[in-house]
Protein backbone atom coordinates (compact mmCIF):
# COMPACT_ATOMS: atom_id res chain seq x y z
CA UNK A 1 0.00 0.00 0.00
CA UNK A 2 1.10 3.29 -0.76
CA UNK A 3 3.12 4.87 2.23
CA UNK A 4 4.15 8.44 0.85
CA UNK A 5 1.60 10.89 -0.82
CA UNK A 6 2.56 14.13 -1.76
CA UNK A 7 0.61 17.42 -2.25
CA UNK A 8 -0.23 18.73 -4.01
CA UNK A 9 -0.15 16.47 -7.04
CA UNK A 10 0.75 19.21 -9.64
CA UNK A 11 1.99 22.89 -8.97
CA UNK A 12 2.83 25.79 -10.86
CA UNK A 13 4.22 29.10 -9.65
CA UNK A 14 6.04 32.08 -11.24
CA UNK A 15 9.83 32.15 -11.10
CA UNK A 16 11.29 33.57 -8.26
CA UNK A 17 8.61 32.38 -5.93
CA UNK A 18 9.00 29.91 -3.32
CA UNK A 19 7.34 26.27 -3.55
CA UNK A 20 6.17 24.45 -1.04
CA UNK A 21 5.28 20.38 -1.40
CA UNK A 22 4.10 17.85 1.25
CA UNK A 23 4.77 14.51 1.94
CA UNK A 24 1.84 12.59 4.37
CA UNK A 25 3.33 8.91 5.46
CA UNK A 26 1.29 6.32 7.57
CA UNK A 27 4.05 4.16 9.53
CA UNK A 28 7.32 4.90 11.93
CA UNK A 29 9.81 5.83 9.50
CA UNK A 30 14.01 5.63 10.23
CA UNK A 31 14.21 8.44 7.69
CA UNK A 32 12.40 10.73 4.75
CA UNK A 33 14.29 11.61 1.79
CA UNK A 34 12.96 14.19 -1.34
CA UNK A 35 13.91 13.37 -4.71
CA UNK A 36 13.95 15.15 -8.20
CA UNK A 37 13.10 14.02 -11.44
CA UNK A 38 13.85 15.81 -14.34
CA UNK A 39 11.61 14.83 -17.74
CA UNK A 40 12.86 11.44 -19.24
CA UNK A 41 15.75 10.87 -16.75
CA UNK A 42 16.58 9.22 -13.49
CA UNK A 43 16.19 10.15 -9.67
CA UNK A 44 18.66 12.89 -7.76
CA UNK A 45 18.31 13.00 -4.49
CA UNK A 46 18.03 16.06 -2.48
CA UNK A 47 17.97 15.98 0.90
CA UNK A 48 17.41 13.05 3.72
CA UNK A 49 15.96 13.92 7.18
CA UNK A 50 16.20 11.59 9.75
CA UNK A 51 13.62 10.50 12.53
CA UNK A 52 15.24 12.89 15.08
CA UNK A 53 15.29 15.70 12.85
CA UNK A 54 12.92 18.25 12.84
CA UNK A 55 14.42 20.72 10.18
CA UNK A 56 17.18 20.65 7.22
CA UNK A 57 18.29 22.97 4.78
CA UNK A 58 20.46 23.13 1.44
CA UNK A 59 20.71 25.92 -0.58
CA UNK A 60 17.81 26.79 -1.36
CA UNK A 61 15.90 23.76 -0.12
CA UNK A 62 14.36 23.49 3.40
CA UNK A 63 12.60 20.21 4.61
CA UNK A 64 10.49 19.68 7.57
CA UNK A 65 9.42 17.06 9.31
CA UNK A 66 6.99 15.95 11.98
CA UNK A 67 6.34 12.56 12.98
CA UNK A 68 3.62 13.17 14.96
CA UNK A 69 1.76 14.46 12.03
CA UNK A 70 3.82 11.86 9.94
CA UNK A 71 4.09 14.43 7.54
CA UNK A 72 6.78 16.20 6.15
CA UNK A 73 7.48 19.16 3.96
CA UNK A 74 9.49 20.55 1.12
CA UNK A 75 10.30 24.28 0.84
CA UNK A 76 12.33 25.60 -2.82
CA UNK A 77 12.92 29.35 -2.49
CA UNK A 78 13.36 31.93 -5.24
CA UNK A 79 12.17 29.10 -7.77
CA UNK A 80 14.27 28.96 -11.10
CA UNK A 81 12.94 27.74 -14.62
CA UNK A 82 15.65 24.88 -13.92
CA UNK A 83 13.77 23.39 -10.89
CA UNK A 84 10.51 22.43 -13.57
CA UNK A 85 10.75 18.94 -12.17
CA UNK A 86 8.85 16.09 -10.25
CA UNK A 87 9.61 16.24 -6.79
CA UNK A 88 9.46 12.93 -4.89
CA UNK A 89 9.28 11.99 -0.97
CA UNK A 90 10.50 8.51 -0.16
CA UNK A 91 10.25 7.15 3.32
CA UNK A 92 12.59 4.20 4.62
CA UNK A 93 10.21 2.13 7.09
CA UNK A 94 11.94 1.01 10.45
CA UNK A 95 9.77 -2.12 10.83
CA UNK A 96 11.27 -3.18 7.53
CA UNK A 97 13.94 -0.68 6.20
CA UNK A 98 11.22 -0.98 2.93
CA UNK A 99 11.41 2.24 0.64
CA UNK A 100 8.71 3.43 -0.67
CA UNK A 101 7.97 6.52 -3.06
CA UNK A 102 5.22 8.49 -2.96
CA UNK A 103 3.52 9.26 -6.52
CA UNK A 104 5.12 13.17 -6.60
CA UNK A 105 4.30 16.76 -7.19
CA UNK A 106 5.22 18.03 -10.29
CA UNK A 107 5.88 21.28 -10.53
CA UNK A 108 6.46 23.69 -13.32
CA UNK A 109 8.15 27.21 -13.06
CA UNK A 110 6.79 29.92 -15.38
CA UNK A 111 8.90 32.47 -16.59
CA UNK B 1 32.96 6.82 -13.72
CA UNK B 2 29.26 7.01 -13.49
CA UNK B 3 27.88 5.78 -10.44
CA UNK B 4 25.04 3.82 -10.91
CA UNK B 5 25.07 2.95 -14.95
CA UNK B 6 22.19 0.61 -16.49
CA UNK B 7 21.52 -0.53 -20.39
CA UNK B 8 20.31 -0.44 -22.35
CA UNK B 9 18.94 2.47 -22.43
CA UNK B 10 15.72 1.87 -24.51
CA UNK B 11 14.72 -1.62 -25.09
CA UNK B 12 11.80 -2.32 -27.78
CA UNK B 13 10.68 -6.07 -28.48
CA UNK B 14 7.42 -7.87 -28.57
CA UNK B 15 4.83 -10.07 -26.34
CA UNK B 16 6.64 -12.98 -25.29
CA UNK B 17 10.26 -12.30 -25.86
CA UNK B 18 12.76 -12.69 -23.04
CA UNK B 19 15.16 -10.00 -22.11
CA UNK B 20 17.36 -8.80 -19.40
CA UNK B 21 18.53 -5.56 -17.87
CA UNK B 22 22.19 -4.87 -16.52
CA UNK B 23 23.24 -2.55 -13.85
CA UNK B 24 26.70 -1.68 -12.23
CA UNK B 25 27.02 0.41 -9.57
CA UNK B 26 30.86 1.67 -8.78
CA UNK B 27 29.75 3.48 -5.05
CA UNK B 28 31.21 0.16 -2.82
CA UNK B 29 26.94 0.26 -2.00
CA UNK B 30 26.10 -2.86 -0.25
CA UNK B 31 22.32 -2.32 -1.31
CA UNK B 32 21.12 -2.53 -5.04
CA UNK B 33 17.59 -1.97 -5.93
CA UNK B 34 14.76 -2.02 -9.21
CA UNK B 35 12.19 0.00 -9.29
CA UNK B 36 9.47 0.20 -11.96
CA UNK B 37 7.79 3.64 -12.89
CA UNK B 38 4.64 3.25 -14.64
CA UNK B 39 3.07 5.69 -17.10
CA UNK B 40 1.77 7.73 -14.63
CA UNK B 41 4.87 8.41 -13.46
CA UNK B 42 4.31 6.00 -9.62
CA UNK B 43 7.63 4.43 -8.51
CA UNK B 44 7.57 1.03 -7.28
CA UNK B 45 9.88 -0.93 -5.49
CA UNK B 46 10.44 -4.58 -7.22
CA UNK B 47 13.50 -6.25 -5.49
CA UNK B 48 16.77 -5.09 -3.33
CA UNK B 49 19.36 -7.17 -2.68
CA UNK B 50 22.01 -7.09 -0.06
CA UNK B 51 25.03 -8.13 0.04
CA UNK B 52 24.23 -10.44 -3.14
CA UNK B 53 20.87 -11.88 -0.63
CA UNK B 54 17.26 -11.24 -1.92
CA UNK B 55 15.98 -8.81 1.01
CA UNK B 56 12.75 -7.34 -0.64
CA UNK B 57 10.84 -9.40 -3.21
CA UNK B 58 7.58 -7.15 -3.75
CA UNK B 59 4.76 -9.02 -5.34
CA UNK B 60 5.92 -9.15 -8.57
CA UNK B 61 5.33 -11.48 -11.49
CA UNK B 62 7.61 -14.74 -11.28
CA UNK B 63 8.46 -13.53 -14.73
CA UNK B 64 10.78 -11.31 -13.39
CA UNK B 65 13.73 -12.67 -11.65
CA UNK B 66 17.09 -10.82 -10.43
CA UNK B 67 20.20 -11.74 -10.28
CA UNK B 68 23.24 -10.25 -8.22
CA UNK B 69 26.32 -11.94 -9.46
CA UNK B 70 28.53 -9.50 -7.09
CA UNK B 71 27.80 -7.12 -4.71
CA UNK B 72 28.48 -4.41 -7.96
CA UNK B 73 25.64 -5.62 -9.93
CA UNK B 74 22.31 -6.91 -10.33
CA UNK B 75 20.52 -7.36 -13.52
CA UNK B 76 17.17 -8.06 -14.14
CA UNK B 77 15.60 -10.62 -16.20
CA UNK B 78 12.48 -10.93 -17.59
CA UNK B 79 10.50 -13.34 -19.62
CA UNK B 80 7.46 -14.16 -21.54
CA UNK B 81 7.54 -10.02 -21.50
CA UNK B 82 4.00 -8.95 -21.48
CA UNK B 83 2.57 -5.16 -22.80
CA UNK B 84 1.89 -4.13 -19.09
CA UNK B 85 5.44 -4.13 -18.61
CA UNK B 86 5.96 -1.43 -20.10
CA UNK B 87 7.74 0.87 -18.49
CA UNK B 88 10.67 2.71 -17.22
CA UNK B 89 12.92 0.57 -14.72
CA UNK B 90 15.48 1.98 -12.77
CA UNK B 91 18.11 0.38 -11.20
CA UNK B 92 19.46 2.11 -7.58
CA UNK B 93 22.40 1.68 -4.78
CA UNK B 94 22.74 2.79 -1.15
CA UNK B 95 24.37 1.57 1.71
CA UNK B 96 21.38 0.50 3.68
CA UNK B 97 19.00 2.81 4.92
CA UNK B 98 20.87 5.52 3.56
CA UNK B 99 20.30 7.80 0.02
CA UNK B 100 19.55 6.14 -2.76
CA UNK B 101 21.44 6.76 -5.97
CA UNK B 102 19.48 6.09 -9.60
CA UNK B 103 20.85 5.01 -12.69
CA UNK B 104 19.24 6.68 -16.17
CA UNK B 105 16.92 4.09 -15.98
CA UNK B 106 15.68 1.86 -19.04
CA UNK B 107 12.61 2.66 -21.12
CA UNK B 108 11.12 -1.18 -21.91
CA UNK B 109 8.67 -0.94 -24.66
CA UNK B 110 7.03 -4.30 -25.30
CA UNK B 111 4.61 -4.41 -28.91
Known amino acids: SQQGEEDPQALSIQEGENATMNCSYK?????LQWYRQNSGRGLVHLIL?????REKHSGRLRVTLDTSKKSSSLLITASRAADTASYFC???????????FGKGTRLHILP | DTAVSQTPKYLVTQMGNDKSIKCEQN?????MYWYKQDSKKFLKIMFSYNNKELIINETVPNRFSPKSPDKAHLNLHINSLELGDSAVYFCASSQRGDTQYFGPGTRLTVL
Open chain 2, 27 to 31: LGHDT
Open chain 1, 90 to 100: ATDRNRDDKII
Open chain 1, 27 to 31: TSINN
Open chain 1, 49 to 53: IRSNE
